[in-house]
């Protein structure tokens, strides 16, 4: 009953710092995405990929970069952390079928402060 | 542009009774599906409910159903019977359903609204 499986829960970085968000899924969706959520708000897609080797961007995509090269695995990375980063991002996978009552399905996400 | 809009950002509601947290959103295509999300204090994303736009009748699944008023673009979250386990961030997603291929799934969020089920 593994899902979406995300790594590491918490992480503090440094102002320009590198790192990569681990993000596995187990369900054979193809669609997968990245939000952030900052306080108090709602979820913003960062990226989405629609399949291997597929990627996009989503409304907020300054400053990260993703890659898709399996079906399971859509790390996100960030290669010059900065405050305004500071987030929890969630991870989450679909299907790739529409009008359907297939719903995303989040990981527990990953709370990263930049200090 | 598609857009979600949850105009409160906190209620209270007594436990036991029903509480409806609203949603409105605005759209320009035919297919779309909305979709409500639980956020407990610990943080993970739970899916609740999903009406799609072609649906003839109101979502329900268990003590939760979907108030949906395709005119007035509302799709409202009803809550009956409350419980304190019920106290969480509730967010509305719509997804736009791309009826003629190139859907992406994608889903656009609201800014929530906090519930707090009182004993």
């Known amino acids: 009953n593994a899902g979406v499986t995300q790594t590491p829960k918490f992480r503090i970085l440094k102002i320009g710092q590198s790192m990569t968000l681990q993000c596995a899924q187990d369900?054979?969706?193809?669609?997968m995405y990245w939000y952030r959520q900052d306080p108090g708000m709602g979820l913003k897609l960062i990226y989405y990929?629609?399949?291997?080797?597929?990627?996009d961007k989503g409304e907020v995509p300054n400053g990260y970069n993703v890659s898709r090269s399996t079906t399971e695995d859509f790390p996100l990375r960030l290669e010059l952390a900065a405050p305004s980063q500071t987030s929890v991002y969630f991870c989450?996978?679909?299907?790739?079928?529409?009008?359907?009552?297939?719903?995303?399905?989040f990981g527990d996400g990953t709370r990263l402060s930049i200090l | 542009a598609q857009k979600i809009t949850q105009t409160q950002p906190g209620m209270f509601v007594q436990e036991k009774e029903a509480v409806t947290l609203d949603c409105t959103y605005d759209?320009?295509?035919?297919?779309?599906?909305l979709f409500w999300y639980k956020q407990p204090s610990s943080g993970e994303m739970i899916f609740l409910i999903y009406?799609?736009?072609?649906?003839?009748q109101n979502a329900t699944e268990g003590r939760y159903s979907l108030n949906f008023q395709k005119a007035r673009k509302s799709a409202n979250l009803v809550i009956s019977a409350s419980q304190l386990g019920d106290s969480a961030m509730y967010f509305c997603?719509?997804?736009?359903?791309?009826?003629?291929?190139?859907?992406?799934?994608?889903?656009?969020f609201g800014t929530g609204t906090l519930l707090a089920v009182q004993p």
């Open positions: 989450a996978s679909s299907y790739s079928t529409g009008a359907s009552n297939q719903p995303q399905h």
């Open positions: 369900m054979n969706h193809n669609y």
């Open positions: 990929s629609v399949g291997a080797g597929i990627t």
């Open positions: 759209t320009s295509d035919p297919s779309y599906g």
């Open positions: 009406q799609g736009s072609y649906d003839q």
């Open positions: 997603a719509m997804r736009d359903d791309a009826l003629y291929g190139g859907a992406t799934n994608k889903l656009i």
